[in-house]
């Protein structure tokens, strides 16, 4: 997988961070993804079309979920509802337009955010990809974006 498809994602993963939610986020170590199941309970997704294909996927925990949302909304739920999907999907969604525009030059499209809540939902890659997990720590939680795409 080339660094130029994924960076775009860790840099806007840093930048709304920053920009959107007033906390820093510290890149950890890459790693390969072995293991088929989900890292954290809430997933973010975006799908990849054009000279390559594939997924990027932008999971946290319930917790990380819940923190967002009260940034995004000014009040903390108090459970898993409708308004935290739609604040992480919110938040996947403009991920994945401040990547776009650095993708444009790859001649790559970005398809819609969807987000998965639950301790069994799992990200499909595409079968011939080999996802690459990037970890981030910040002052909200943990997070980890994983990108699998192939050309």
Do not use: W
């Not at 919110?90 to 650095?102: D, F, H, Q, S, Y």
């Not at 799992?122 to 996802?131: H, I, L, N």
Request: glycine share 8%; hydrophobic share 45%.
């Amino acid at each position: 997988m080339i660094a130029d498809y994924i960076n775009p994602f860790l840099l806007s993963t840093a930048s709304v961070f920053e920009q959107m939610l007033n906390t820093q986020v510290e890149r950890g170590q890459p790693y390969i993804r072995k293991a088929f199941e989900p890292q954290f309970e809430v997933t973010g997704i975006i799908g990849l079309t054009g000279k390559a294909t594939g997924t990027v996927a932008f999971s946290l925990s319930r917790e990380t979920a819940m923190k967002i949302t009260e940034i995004l909304l000014g009040e903390r739920p108090n459970e898993m509802n409708p308004h935290v999907v739609d604040a992480i999907g919110e938040v996947t969604n403009m991920i994945a337009g401040a990547a776009k525009a650095r993708l444009a030059e790859l001649e790559l499209s970005l398809g819609l955010p969807t987000v998965l809540i639950g301790s069994s939902a799992c990200v499909a890659f595409p079968s011939r990809a080999t996802p690459i997990s990037i970890p981030f720590d910040s002052a909200l939680g943990k997070l980890v974006v994983e990108v699998g795409i192939v050309q």
